[in-house]
């Protein structure tokens, strides 16, 4: 089991790569689950009343000295025939986590009366998703990421036909990944890197879209990892 303080943001590292860092195993001898359990309907029966679960990973080894900073993602799952997560590629520029697939969000605005604001807010700034297409189920336990940001994520369901306009400073790319591609632990490979002394250890998630590999780890694939602990329980 990945140590839930054992998981470090390593992308400021020079010449670093996850794609490179070898995969120890892949967690193909758990249940992935049921494609009934994730519909619409299911999953407003799981958050509405959720059973005894426990979150894998909860926090990361701080890479950053500074004072935490809370913030809130949109986990977007689109109401599809086969439901999708909504899934965006960070800009090379940004300060933290550039060129990585995240969640849209972003940090809690004084106005923001609750995570859940936060997180729709964020969501059509960066991608011009409309807040009322989102029917929120719930939130997830705190997120912490090596760069000392305490994330709440929250889940919503997301209606189809939406137009997006992503802003282009924060987001270079925006695509959807199956939900049962994602719930499925033969798809969640286990990674982990020594640096300075320290074993540090993550999940992935590679998704092939097309001719586009799309390289799922750190705070996104740990989150995710956590919705499968919830589904699955």
Avoid at 22 to 48: G, K, W
Avoid at 111 to 134: C, H, N, W
Avoid at 208 to 220: E, P, S, V, Y
């Amino acid at each position: 089991m990945v140590s839930k303080s054992s998981i470090s943001s390593l992308s400021k590292l020079p010449n670093f790569d996850p794609r490179q860092v070898p995969v120890l195993s892949v967690d193909s001898h758990l249940p992935a689950v049921a494609l009934e359990s994730l519909q619409p309907e299911a999953l407003r029966r799981r958050f509405a009343n959720p059973p005894s679960w426990q979150p894998e990973v909860l926090a990361e080894k701080r890479f950053l000295e500074r004072a935490p900073i809370h913030a809130s993602v949109l986990v977007p799952i689109v109401v599809r025939e086969q439901p999708t997560v909504l899934l965006t590629e960070r800009t090379m520029h940004l300060s933290t986590h550039s060129g990585q697939i995240a969640f849209p969000g972003g940090k809690v605005d004084d106005d923001d009366v609750d995570a859940a604001a936060t997180a729709l807010r964020e969501a059509q700034e960066e991608l011009g998703l409309e807040p009322s297409l989102v029917h929120v189920l719930g939130t997830l336990p705190h997120y912490v990421t090596g760069s000392a940001f305490i994330i709440t994520p929250v889940v919503g369901l997301v209606q189809p036909g939406f137009s997006l306009i992503p802003n282009s400073h924060e987001v270079a790319d925006v695509f959807e990944v199956p939900l049962e591609f994602l719930m499925n632990p033969a798809n969640h490979q286990r990674h982990a890197f020594e640096w300075e002394g320290v074993r540090r250890e993550w999940f992935s998630m590679p998704y092939q879209d097309h001719l586009t590999q799309r390289f799922i780890w750190g705070a996104t694939a740990g989150m995710l990892r956590n919705i499968y602990r919830l589904l699955s329980a």
